[in-house]
């Protein structure tokens, strides 16, 4: 299982971006589907999950009302669309993935992380 993360890149702060992942030679359906970021000198934070099921997304308290996830209608491609940004959303993001249940908000047992994408936020 192979991820593909793209769409990063430099915007001042209230600005837009969005994030792409695609999953390599298959589609996300029964796959969750999280973000997660890391900025410089800090652990790898929890920012979205969205399972498999469907009707259950959980974001985190920092980019709620600001940060939406959603999936295209043949389930190839993940989006997070990125709103509003502000400094402190600059980091590196991840997606990763699970089959057939649930991604914790840890990240743990994940099946696969996608090569990360650098987001920067100006002031």
């Known amino acids: 299982v192979q991820l593909q993360a793209s769409g990063g890149g430099f915007v001042q702060a209230g600005g837009s971006l969005r994030l792409s992942c695609a999953l390599s030679?298959?589609?996300?359906?029964?796959?969750?589907v999280g973000w997660f970021r890391q900025a410089p000198g800090k652990e790898r934070e929890f920012v979205v999950a969205?399972?498999?099921?469907?009707?259950?997304?959980s974001y985190a308290d920092s980019v709620k009302g600001r940060f939406t996830i959603s999936r295209d209608s043949a389930q190839i491609t993940v989006y997070l669309q990125m709103s509003k940004l502000k400094p402190e959303d600059t980091a590196v993001y991840y997606c990763?993935?699970?089959?057939?249940?649930?991604?914790?908000?840890?990240?743990?047992?994940?099946?696969?992380w996608g090569k990360g994408t650098q987001v920067t936020v100006s002031s």
């Open positions: 030679g298959r589609t996300f359906s029964r796959y969750s």
């Open positions: 990763a993935t699970a089959y057939f249940r649930p991604i914790p908000t840890t990240g743990a047992g994940v099946d696969a």
């Open positions: 969205d399972n498999w099921s469907g009707g259950s997304t």
